[in-house]
Protein backbone atom coordinates (compact mmCIF):
# COMPACT_ATOMS: atom_id res chain seq x y z
CA UNK A 1 0.00 0.00 0.00
CA UNK A 2 2.68 2.11 0.98
CA UNK A 3 5.38 0.42 -1.31
CA UNK A 4 5.37 3.23 -3.72
CA UNK A 5 4.73 6.24 -1.57
CA UNK A 6 7.41 8.91 -1.85
CA UNK A 7 7.19 9.89 1.63
CA UNK A 8 6.99 6.40 2.88
CA UNK A 9 10.21 5.76 1.31
CA UNK A 10 11.95 8.39 2.47
CA UNK A 11 11.00 7.62 6.13
CA UNK A 12 11.23 3.45 5.44
CA UNK A 13 14.88 3.83 3.85
CA UNK A 14 16.50 6.05 7.10
CA UNK A 15 14.21 4.08 9.55
CA UNK A 16 12.87 0.71 8.59
CA UNK A 17 11.54 0.09 12.24
CA UNK A 18 9.46 3.34 11.82
CA UNK A 19 8.54 2.90 8.75
CA UNK A 20 7.28 -1.21 9.38
CA UNK A 21 5.32 0.49 12.32
CA UNK A 22 4.00 3.06 10.07
CA UNK A 23 2.57 0.58 7.52
CA UNK A 24 0.89 -1.93 10.06
CA UNK A 25 -0.93 1.14 11.44
CA UNK A 26 -1.58 3.03 8.34
CA UNK A 27 -5.67 3.56 7.81
CA UNK A 28 -6.33 3.03 11.30
CA UNK A 29 -6.12 5.39 15.24
CA UNK A 30 -3.09 3.70 16.04
CA UNK A 31 -1.42 5.87 12.96
CA UNK A 32 -2.42 8.79 14.52
CA UNK A 33 -1.13 7.87 18.02
CA UNK A 34 1.89 6.96 16.88
CA UNK A 35 2.55 9.86 14.46
CA UNK A 36 2.53 11.51 17.73
CA UNK A 37 4.50 9.73 19.47
CA UNK A 38 7.38 10.41 16.86
CA UNK A 39 6.91 13.71 16.67
CA UNK A 40 7.09 14.30 20.49
CA UNK A 41 10.40 11.40 21.10
CA UNK A 42 11.93 13.56 18.17
CA UNK A 43 11.54 17.53 19.46
CA UNK A 44 12.09 16.43 23.26
CA UNK A 45 14.55 13.51 23.15
CA UNK A 46 18.13 15.45 22.94
CA UNK A 47 20.41 14.02 19.90
CA UNK A 48 17.32 11.99 18.35
CA UNK A 49 16.12 14.79 16.01
CA UNK A 50 15.07 13.36 12.76
CA UNK A 51 16.87 14.64 9.53
CA UNK A 52 14.86 17.78 7.63
CA UNK A 53 13.89 15.01 4.51
CA UNK A 54 12.49 12.70 6.91
CA UNK A 55 11.14 15.82 9.33
CA UNK A 56 9.31 16.19 6.20
CA UNK A 57 7.97 13.14 4.43
CA UNK A 58 6.64 12.43 8.37
CA UNK A 59 4.29 15.46 8.03
CA UNK A 60 3.48 14.79 4.12
CA UNK A 61 2.69 11.14 5.23
CA UNK A 62 0.53 12.51 8.20
CA UNK A 63 -1.27 15.35 5.73
CA UNK A 64 -2.31 12.41 3.21
CA UNK A 65 -3.58 10.24 6.11
CA UNK A 66 -5.81 12.61 7.15
CA UNK A 67 -7.29 13.22 3.67
CA UNK A 68 -7.65 9.29 2.95
CA UNK A 69 -9.19 8.52 6.41
CA UNK A 70 -10.74 11.28 7.55
CA UNK A 71 -13.45 9.84 9.35
CA UNK A 72 -10.50 8.77 11.82
CA UNK A 73 -10.04 12.50 12.22
CA UNK A 74 -13.67 13.59 12.94
CA UNK A 75 -15.08 10.43 15.00
CA UNK A 76 -16.64 12.32 17.66
CA UNK A 77 -19.18 13.96 15.34
CA UNK A 78 -20.87 10.62 15.90
CA UNK A 79 -19.69 9.88 19.50
CA UNK A 80 -23.18 9.82 21.97
CA UNK A 81 -20.69 10.84 24.69
CA UNK A 82 -18.84 13.61 22.73
CA UNK A 83 -22.16 14.92 21.50
CA UNK A 84 -24.09 15.03 25.30
CA UNK A 85 -21.00 17.06 26.23
CA UNK A 86 -21.10 19.26 23.11
CA UNK A 87 -24.97 20.16 23.91
CA UNK A 88 -24.92 20.76 27.42
CA UNK A 89 -21.52 23.14 26.91
CA UNK A 90 -20.72 24.25 23.37
CA UNK A 91 -17.06 25.46 24.35
CA UNK A 92 -15.89 22.25 26.15
CA UNK A 93 -17.28 20.57 22.98
CA UNK A 94 -15.24 22.43 20.79
CA UNK A 95 -11.80 21.96 23.07
CA UNK A 96 -12.13 18.18 23.65
CA UNK A 97 -12.42 17.96 19.58
CA UNK A 98 -9.50 20.07 19.20
CA UNK A 99 -7.48 17.87 22.05
CA UNK A 100 -8.68 14.76 20.50
CA UNK A 101 -5.98 12.31 19.59
CA UNK A 102 -3.25 14.29 21.68
CA UNK A 103 -1.91 13.56 25.19
CA UNK A 104 -3.41 17.17 25.76
CA UNK A 105 -7.18 15.67 25.60
CA UNK A 106 -6.28 13.28 29.02
CA UNK A 107 -4.89 16.79 30.78
CA UNK A 108 -8.17 18.59 29.96
CA UNK A 109 -10.77 16.26 30.63
CA UNK A 110 -9.08 15.27 33.95
CA UNK A 111 -9.28 18.91 34.70
CA UNK A 112 -12.61 19.17 33.65
CA UNK A 113 -13.55 16.05 36.44
CA UNK A 114 -11.54 17.55 39.14
CA UNK A 115 -13.58 20.88 39.09
CA UNK A 116 -16.63 19.08 38.53
CA UNK A 117 -16.29 16.40 41.57
CA UNK A 118 -14.97 19.20 43.71
CA UNK A 119 -18.26 21.15 42.69
CA UNK A 120 -16.84 23.99 40.57
CA UNK A 121 -18.13 26.46 38.89
CA UNK A 122 -18.79 24.34 35.78
CA UNK A 123 -21.70 22.83 37.29
CA UNK A 124 -21.76 19.46 35.30
CA UNK A 125 -24.79 17.16 35.90
CA UNK A 126 -23.96 13.31 36.26
CA UNK A 127 -24.76 12.08 32.88
CA UNK A 128 -22.21 15.08 31.41
CA UNK A 129 -19.22 13.74 34.39
CA UNK A 130 -20.39 10.26 33.59
CA UNK A 131 -19.80 10.87 29.91
CA UNK A 132 -16.38 12.26 30.39
CA UNK A 133 -15.00 9.42 31.94
CA UNK A 134 -15.95 7.00 29.31
CA UNK A 135 -14.71 9.62 26.55
CA UNK A 136 -11.69 9.48 28.54
CA UNK A 137 -11.30 5.65 28.50
CA UNK A 138 -12.45 5.30 24.78
CA UNK A 139 -9.11 7.63 24.14
CA UNK A 140 -7.19 5.43 26.02
CA UNK A 141 -8.19 2.67 23.89
CA UNK A 142 -7.89 4.26 20.59
CA UNK A 143 -4.36 5.81 21.03
CA UNK A 144 -2.63 4.00 23.08
CA UNK A 145 0.50 5.04 21.87
CA UNK A 146 -0.11 7.84 23.91
CA UNK A 147 0.39 6.42 27.02
CA UNK A 148 4.00 6.53 28.68
CA UNK A 149 5.55 3.13 29.01
CA UNK A 150 6.23 3.63 32.67
CA UNK A 151 5.00 0.28 33.59
CA UNK A 152 8.53 -1.10 32.77
CA UNK A 153 10.21 1.19 34.42
CA UNK A 154 11.09 -0.54 38.30
CA UNK A 155 10.96 3.21 39.85
CA UNK A 156 7.79 3.84 38.35
CA UNK A 157 6.85 0.50 39.91
CA UNK A 158 7.81 1.75 43.32
CA UNK A 159 5.98 4.27 43.46
CA UNK A 160 3.26 3.00 42.15
CA UNK A 161 2.85 -0.27 44.27
CA UNK A 162 3.03 1.60 47.14
CA UNK A 163 0.97 4.72 46.21
CA UNK A 164 -1.47 3.64 43.23
CA UNK A 165 -2.99 7.04 42.89
CA UNK A 166 0.24 8.71 42.58
CA UNK A 167 1.56 6.86 40.11
CA UNK A 168 -1.98 7.52 38.36
CA UNK A 169 -1.18 11.40 38.33
CA UNK A 170 2.72 10.72 37.10
CA UNK A 171 1.26 8.77 34.40
CA UNK A 172 -0.91 11.73 33.07
CA UNK A 173 1.42 14.24 33.56
CA UNK A 174 4.68 12.70 32.10
CA UNK A 175 6.13 14.27 29.33
CA UNK A 176 4.14 17.63 30.33
CA UNK A 177 4.67 20.75 32.51
CA UNK A 178 2.37 20.36 34.66
CA UNK A 179 4.89 16.66 35.53
CA UNK A 180 7.05 19.17 37.53
CA UNK A 181 4.84 21.01 39.19
CA UNK A 182 2.76 17.97 40.81
CA UNK A 183 6.49 16.31 42.01
CA UNK A 184 6.88 19.83 43.74
CA UNK A 185 3.60 19.60 44.86
CA UNK A 186 4.63 15.98 46.18
CA UNK A 187 7.88 16.74 48.10
CA UNK A 188 6.51 20.73 50.14
CA UNK A 189 3.70 18.86 51.11
CA UNK A 190 5.90 16.23 52.78
CA UNK A 191 8.47 18.46 53.74
CA UNK A 192 6.02 20.75 55.67
CA UNK A 193 4.52 17.55 57.27
CA UNK A 194 1.20 17.80 55.28
CA UNK A 195 2.09 14.30 54.50
CA UNK A 196 3.41 11.55 57.09
CA UNK A 197 6.35 11.01 54.58
CA UNK A 198 7.09 8.30 51.79
CA UNK A 199 9.20 5.40 52.43
CA UNK A 200 13.09 5.67 51.51
CA UNK A 201 12.44 3.66 48.50
CA UNK A 202 9.61 5.91 47.18
CA UNK A 203 11.14 8.69 47.78
CA UNK A 204 14.24 7.91 46.10
CA UNK A 205 12.28 5.96 42.75
CA UNK A 206 10.70 9.67 43.63
CA UNK A 207 13.40 11.41 42.47
CA UNK A 208 15.12 8.77 40.45
CA UNK A 209 11.95 9.57 38.14
CA UNK A 210 12.49 13.05 38.10
CA UNK A 211 15.81 13.03 36.69
CA UNK A 212 14.85 10.83 34.13
CA UNK A 213 11.93 13.29 33.03
CA UNK A 214 14.37 15.82 33.01
CA UNK A 215 16.98 13.93 30.51
CA UNK A 216 13.57 13.27 28.54
CA UNK A 217 12.11 16.80 28.85
CA UNK A 218 14.64 19.12 29.31
CA UNK A 219 12.28 22.02 28.18
CA UNK A 220 10.05 21.29 30.94
CA UNK A 221 12.85 21.28 33.67
CA UNK A 222 11.39 23.46 36.67
CA UNK A 223 13.19 26.17 38.22
CA UNK A 224 13.90 24.39 41.45
CA UNK A 225 15.78 21.27 41.89
CA UNK A 226 13.35 18.97 43.35
CA UNK A 227 16.25 15.84 43.79
CA UNK A 228 18.14 18.23 45.54
CA UNK A 229 15.55 19.30 48.03
CA UNK A 230 14.39 15.32 48.63
CA UNK A 231 17.82 15.01 49.73
CA UNK A 232 16.85 16.60 53.02
CA UNK A 233 14.07 14.96 54.02
Not at 135 to 162: G, R
Request: hydrophobic share 40%; net charge neutral; glycine share 6%.
Amino acid sequence: MLENNPFFIVINDAFPQIGAKLESFWGSAEFVSYMEFCRNYAKYTPGKEFPAAVHNALLGLNEQHEKEYPQIYSKLDDNPDFNLIKDLFPQFGLNLKRHWGKKSFLLYVEELLRDARAGGQNGFPAEAVTALASLSEQHHKAHPMLLPLLEYNSDFKVIDQAFPRIGSQIKLYWGQRQFGTYMKDLLHGTRRGVRKGFPTDVLTALGNLFDQHNKAYPHLIPEANLWEMAKHY
